[in-house]
């Protein structure tokens, strides 16, 4: 929000939240390496308003203008009118509104709301008070009403002009440089007719400076270009590579996890996953595009104390992990991962299946790979309140749940089933006379996994404790009883760029898997932590609590 809200600062539909839509029926060449905090996403979260606004001012023209329907394909001069429009008024005039929304009165009024974010992202490029919206619509319909009015407009000039004006504007807050040297070198004029990222960049950092639209001829005319724009677009190119310390290697897991990846909106990644209708048409083609291909990419990039932290994305989901036709290739993807991460010297990389068989493959290697079941089951035995002598153990049995049935064995903690497959199995793994089948559903704490029921949690007693220890959480089927989060952790405030949430987790929650690879890097631990093996779990949860992450609450 601006620092002093003027008139027309807010949108006229802000006050109907989500029933405003009812009104129209792996890269290196960053330029800032600052970080985006959940601040930032919400003040950007009304990017749609643009849509809006453009929707139902588009529609009064067309109606409004009777030329302005029916209107041929291509015309030549249509096309030629609109680029001399552009570069005339529209920039012109631009470039004087926008020195003037850096006036002290308009900026603290309305135009510092776009200028708190300093690192910029494509959908900055939309985040205005309602106000300047308008002024900036009016000055772009200058080329499509002047076609529209002299006869000259095509769809190629109105639809194109569009295309440009969007595309510019997300290409300049991308915060990434792509323009090549080569560009300017071809052709110099270029300089002046063609903006570059870290052009724009400097105009977020630096405030006086680099005021033009798309067309920086007007900055070297009045004298307001910034002397370093040259340099910073060159070393912005020679950007050496990232070379993290800590990589997080994770995949897609529900069909609408797509959008908690960068490649999603910032908005909806903010928030814990929920499923919406209208996502769907995007989360299908999405789906497709990786079924045919897919290559590993940088989710998210984070700090903390001295460590580089990144999270890598598998472009696969986990119904594919079950398919056998799958595997050959998801593993090829986690292999040539795992090799990257080598060669980028990283200290640690946890994986979110075993592990083992790349170890085996490649004994070599200098990264340790931690799968973070350790930590997990920490969680999970910490979470159970003091004073408990049974609990009833329900889900899929894995390395974890055997960890978590021995530890509570050990401690005298009798462990209920509800079958007798499982109690031989858990018997033997723990060497323990304390697991029983349960002959009734008594228990009240209940430590739950994949392929827990809805049945079976209906037959649970009032008040029932659920504790997941699953990276997928129980469907909540009780509403008298209580649930977990996963096993999972709160982030210590100095780690930085944390600005989505981690599927279903709150906001600055990262899971127990993700966690114990920044531990293990943290600690200098120089073991792995993957196949059949499991680290000691007393030691990374009070390694975990030093370093300042602090396990969730309850579930609501």
């Known amino acids: 929000m601006a620092t002093k809200p003027g008139v027309l600062t807010d949108w006229p539909w802000k006050n109907l939240g989500s029933f405003k839509v009812l009104i129209t029926a792996k890269g290196n060449n960053r330029i800032l390496d600052k970080t ?39 015309r030549s001069d249509g096309i030629i009118i609109t680029i001399l429009l552009h570069v005339g008024p529209v920039e012109y005039l631009y470039y004087w509104l926008h020195r003037a929304l850096h006036h002290h009165y308009l900026y603290s009024r309305y135009h510092s709301h776009h200028h708190s974010s300093i690192v910029t992202e494509p959908i900055t490029s939309v985040i205005h008070p309602f106000a300047e919206h308008i002024a900036y619509f009016l000055l772009f319909t200058i080329p ?42 071809i052709f110099p004029p270029l300089k002046y007719l063609m903006y570059t990222p870290s052009f724009h960049s400097l105009h977020h950092t630096q405030f006086r400076t680099n005021y033009s639209l798309f067309m920086p001829f007007y900055d070297y005319i009045h004298g307001t270009m910034d002397k370093s724009t040259d340099a910073l677009h060159e070393t912005s190119l020679k950007r050496q590579g990232d070379f993290p310390d800590v990589i997080h290697l994770t995949h ?5 996890s797509i959008f908690h990846l960068q490649v999603g909106f910032a908005s909806f990644a903010s928030r814990p996953q929920n499923s919406k209708w209208y996502m769907w048409p995007l989360t299908f083609w999405s789906m497709l595009l990786n079924f045919i291909y897919g290559r590993t990419f940088i989710v998210e990039r984070n700090l903390f104390e001295e460590l580089k932290l990144q999270s890598w994305a598998i472009p696969r989901y986990t119904i594919q992990y079950s398919l056998k036709w799958q595997r050959q290739a998801i593993n090829g993807l986690i292999e040539e991962a795992i090799l990257e991460a080598e060669l980028r010297g990283a200290k640690g990389e946890e ?97 739950v996994g994949d392929g827990l029921t809805e049945d079976e949690q209906l037959n649970a ?96």
């Not at 000039?157 to 004006?165: D, H, K, M, N, Q």
């Not at 790349?358 to 931690?370: A, T, Y």
């Not at 680290?535 to 009070?542: A, H, Q, T, Y």
Request: charge should be positive; aromatic fraction near 12%; proline fraction near 5%.
């Open 144 to 185: 499509l009403l002047g076609t529209i009015l002299t006869g000259t407009a095509s769809m190629v000039s109105l639809y194109g002009y569009v295309t440009y004006i969007d595309l510019m504007n997300n290409m300049g807050h991308c915060n990434f440089e792509f323009i090549p040297n080569w560009a300017f070198s």
């Open 351 to 447: 994986l979110n299946r075993s592990g083992a068989i790349f170890i085996e493959k490649h004994p070599k290697l200098n990264i340790k790979l931690v799968d973070g079941s350790s930590l997990a089951v920490a969680l999970v035995l910490n979470t159970i309140p003091k004073g408990t002598t049974e609990i009833l153990f329900r889900g899929k049995l894995s390395k974890i749940a055997f960890a978590i049935v021995s530890a509570l064995c050990q401690k005298g903690i009798k462990v209920a089933t509800l079958y007798q497959n499982e109690k031989l199995k858990l018997s033997a793994r723990s060497q323990s006379n304390n697991v029983l089948v349960s002959k009734s559903y008594t228990q009240k704490i209940w430590i």
């Open 252 to 256: 897609l897991t529900t069909p609408e």
């Open 461 to 556: 007693p009032k008040g029932t404790l659920f504790i997941p220890f699953s990276q997928f959480p129980p469907k909540k089927t009780c509403n008298d009883a209580v649930y977990c989060h996963t096993p999972s952790m709160f982030a210590p405030p100095s780690l930085q760029n944390l600005h989505s949430c981690e599927n279903w987790l709150p906001r600055r929650v990262m899971s127990a898997w993700r966690v114990a690879g920044i531990v293990h890097a943290l600690q200098g631990w120089n073991v792995n932590e993957c196949g059949d093996s499991i680290f000691d779990s007393d030691k990374i949860w009070e390694a975990a609590l030093k370093h300042g992450f602090r396990p969730t609450t309850i579930s609501k």
């Open 36 to 74: 985006i905090e959940f601040e930032q996403v919400d003040r950007e979260s009304n990017w749609d308003d643009q849509i809006l606004l453009q929707g139902l001012l588009f529609y009064f023209f067309n109606n409004t203008f009777a030329k302005a329907s029916f209107l041929p394909i291509w």
